[in-house]
C-alpha cells in the first residue's frame, strides 16, 4: 500500500485531497493545527501539530513515504490576503512551514513532493486588463506579485526548485486558481469570491442587494475541488514537473459570478459597489502548458461547481439561524 502525508489536512483541499487519496487505495497521515472544519478525516492518522515548529515536523515527517503533499500555510481571500495588515504573519508562517517541510523531506527520502504554489505569483503588470489577463507560466518572471502572500509563494517555488536541484528529489508544483467547493471557509473574512457571494446570497430575499468591493468589472476564472484534485493528481503520476497552472479558462466577472449563483438560487438580485480590497483587475489560467503536457483540461462547468456550492451553503446558512 502506498503511503502519503498532506501538510495542511484540516484546510479546504487538504481535506478533499485526503478523501481522494483514500479512495485511490493509500494510506495517509494528515497533518494540520485543526480537523477539517466540516466534518471528520477520513486519514488514517491525524496529528494536531503546528508545522512551524520543526520539532512538531520532525514527528510527523519521519519515514519515505511514496508521497508528500505540501498545501499548509496562510490563506485566505482579498480580505485578508489585499489588506495589507497581515502581510507579516503571511509571509513568515507560509515561509517556515515550507523551508521545515522541504529539508525534512529531502533529508528523510521522501520518493515525490508536491508544492500547492497560486496564480498569484503573477506580475502585476500582465493583469492589468480585465478582458485580457496573461497567466502562462513562462510570465512568472520578471516577477512582481501584486501581494506579499505571492511573494511568499514565488519565493517557496524557488526553495523547492533548489531543493529539487541539489538533492534528487521529485518535485511538483502547480499554479492554483481560485480553488472552491463544498465544505470551505464561507464566513469569518477569509472566504474567497465564490463562498463570500454564495453566503451573501443565500442570506438575501429575492431581490435584495448585496455588496460586492469593487466596480464588479474586474474578472477571474473559478475551478471546482474535484476538478483541482484530478489535477494534482494528474501532475503526480506523470514525468512533467512543474510549475504548471491547475485552473480554469472559463473567465467571469464578479458581478457576472454574483449572477449565475443568483439565477442557480432562484433569486433576483441588487448590487451595491463598495470601496474594499480588490487585487488585480484581471486573471484567468492559461492551461495551454498543462493541455500539452498532461492532456489535462477541466470536464465541467464554472456552473457545476456553482449549484454544488451554493446548495451546501444555503444548507449550512439556514442550518445556522
Not at 498545501?71 to 495589507?84: R, S
Not at 480585465?130 to 501581494?147: G, I, K, R, V
Not at 536541484?165 to 472566504?191: D, L, P, Q, V
Not at 502548458?289 to 451553503?313: A, D, R
Request: with cysteine; glycine share 10%.
Amino acid at each position: 500500500m502506498k503511503k502519503a502525508i498532506v501538510c495542511g489536512a484540516g484546510g479546504f483541499i487538504g481535506s478533499h485531497l485526503v478523501k481522494k487519496l483514500k479512495k485511490e487505495g493509500f494510506w495517509v497521515k494528515g497533518i494540520d493545527l485543526k480537523y477539517p472544519e466540516f466534518g471528520t478525516t477520513e486519514a488514517d492518522e491525524f496529528v494536531i501539530g503546528d508545522l512551524r515548529d520543526i520539532d512538531v515536523c520532525k514527528n510527523v515527517i519521519n519515514e519515505a513515504v511514496d508521497e508528500l503533499y505540501q498545501l499548509a500555510g496562510e490563506v485566505g481571500g482579498a480580505g485578508y490576503v489585499f489588506t495589507g495588515e497581515n502581510d507579516a504573519e503571511i509571509m513568515h508562517n507560509s515561509a517556515l512551514i515550507n523551508l521545515n517541510i522541504v529539508d525534512l523531506a529531502s533529508k528523510i527520502g521522501v520518493k515525490k513532493l508536491f508544492y500547492s504554489s497560486s496564480a498569484c505569483i503573477y506580475p502585476q503588470f500582465n493583469q492589468e486588463d480585465p478582458e485580457n489577463p496573461n497567466c502562462a507560466e513562462s510570465t512568472a518572471y520578471p516577477a512582481f506579485p501584486d501581494s506579499e502572500y505571492g511573494w511568499e509563494k514565488l519565493f517557496s517555488e524557488r526553495i523547492y526548485q533548489t531543493y529539487a536541484r541539489t538533492y534528487s528529489i521529485k518535485m511538483k508544483i502547480a499554479r492554483f486558481h481560485n480553488i472552491f467547493g463544498e465544505e470551505g471557509t464561507y464566513t469569518g473574512g477569509r472566504e474567497k469570491a465564490p463562498a463570500a457571494l454564495c453566503r451573501k446570497i443565500a442570506e438575501t430575499n429575492d431581490g435584495g442587494t448585496i455588496d460586492i468591493w469593487g466596480d464588479g468589472k474586474q474578472t477571474r476564472s473559478f475551478l471546482y475541488i474535484d476538478e483541482c484534485l484530478e489535477g494534482v493528481r494528474k501532475l503526480m503520476d506523470s514525468g512533467f514537473d512543474g510549475p504548471v497552472n491547475i485552473g480554469s479558462e472559463e473567465m467571469v466577472s464578479i458581478d457576472e459570478l454574483a449572477y449565475k449563483i443568483a439565477n442557480i438560487a432562484g433569486k433576483k438580485i441588487l448590487i451595491n459597489h463598495i470601496d474594499g480590497p480588490m487585487g488585480v483587475r484581471g486573471r484567468n489560467s492559461d492551461n495551454t502548458l498543462i493541455n500539452k503536457e498532461l492532456s489535462w483540461k477541466p470536464s465541467k462547468s464554472l456552473e457545476y461547481g456553482l449549484k454544488k456550492t451554493y446548495f451546501w451553503i444555503n444548507k449550512m446558512v439556514n442550518s445556522n439561524e
